[in-house]
């Protein structure tokens, strides 16, 4: 899957194939799937893990290297024990702040975060079971901006034009949110985040 790919099941879903006659250029498709995949990733996320290095005497973590964050999952320190050892955590823009009882000691954390996905010409991090969903929700973002486009250039397509794009985006974008919720975790960029899991798994 790349986003020339992605743009042709979008085409597919809008009925937009004869390129002779495209109703949506290709920098509006982009921009749709764009939107989507932002959406998309709030409530899927791509699954990352970084290694971050503790302060010493410190329960602050820098966490401004993690680009792109949807959300920060768990932290694990110290590492490497068994059973594992997850610790309280509250996030606060870019640092991870620990609750527990724990302060750092320079040695290294983990940190399991979620990240946006990426497509982009050659690469995408969207799971081949998501693929479909994408493509119903770029596909609506599209439709809903030409229910504006429409109604804001009075006459295009006729008196019902606008109203019918409307309804054909908001029926689309349900499903989409539907679908997000059935896959997902229901969960949203936060500037501040608390953890209050177990300490150990």
Request: hydrophobic fraction near 35%.
């Amino acid at each position: 899957m790349n986003l020339s790919t992605m743009r042709t099941l979008v085409r597919r879903d809008l009925k937009d194939e004869d390129n002779s006659s495209y109703r949506w250029q290709d920098n509006e498709i982009d921009r749709a799937i764009a939107r989507a995949v932002g959406e998309l990733s709030r409530y899927v996320p791509r699954e990352m893990k970084a290694t971050i290095a503790t302060t010493d005497g410190s329960r602050e973590i820098d966490i401004s290297s993690l680009t792109d964050r949807v959300s920060v999952d768990r932290v694990e320190f110290p590492v490497g024990e068994t059973p594992r050892s997850f610790q309280r955590f509250a996030v606060y823009q870019d640092t991870i702040i620990l609750n527990g009882d724990i302060d750092g000691d320079g040695d290294n954390c983990y940190i399991y975060w979620g990240e946006v996905h990426t497509l982009d010409a050659s690469t995408s991090s969207i799971p081949s079971y998501l693929e479909d969903v994408l493509a119903l929700g770029a596909a609506a973002y599209a439709v809903l901006a030409q229910a504006q486009y429409r109604s804001d250039v009075a006459g295009i397509g006729g008196e019902r034009a606008d109203t019918d794009y409307q309804s054909w985006g908001n029926t689309m974008f349900k499903e989409f949110e539907s679908q997000l919720k059935r896959f997902g975790r229901g969960r949203e960029l936060k500037q501040s985040t608390l953890f209050e899991g177990s300490n150990s798994e």
